[in-house]
């Protein structure tokens, strides 16, 4: 009932056209999309340089299993400019109910790049933080955190080989 896709990239002022042909083609799900506000592409040596393109991640959450959902914003406390422009088009929490009137939340995240694990880890403060305040909500949680499970990657920065992507309580 519930797809992620993540680091969807298209044309720079293209986004409404993208959301409206997600609805048109997949009228059976709702569709989310948050996009980069300019356009980003990732180097191969972990950094960022500007494109005509934009940086997404988009969510379909199947509308026979759930009757609403809405966007959220995940980072509320957010004074970090850095932590808010890698989470914009990188992040997408949703709060949906089921047609039986359960609450779930459903988190779609492209993790910052293992080249930069201090922001990674300042990513994943917060939305601990922040799942931790209503820890009794079904949360559904997936996307691209750069991991590479000891395969060695082409081309990418060094894994985050911690293993763990929440501290344990």
Known sequence: PVAMFQELRFQAGARRRLKHDLRKECPEYFSFVASGK????ADRGGGASMSDKCLA???FLRTSVFKTACHREWNTEGGDKTLRHMATGRILWLEAVTHQ??????INIH?????????????LAVLQSKLLRSEYHITIM???????????RQGY??????GTLFTPR
Request: glycine share 12%.
């Open 38 to 41: 300019t356009g980003v592409t």
């Open 142 to 152: 997936g996307g691209d955190f750069n991991a590479n499970a000891g395969i060695p």
């Open 157 to 162: 920065a060094a894994s985050n080989s911690s």
């Open 111 to 123: 993790q910052a790049t293992s080249g930069d694990r201090v922001l990674q880890q300042q990513v």
């Open 101 to 106: 009137d359960k609450l779930m939340r459903v």
């Open 57 to 59: 991640v988009a969510t």
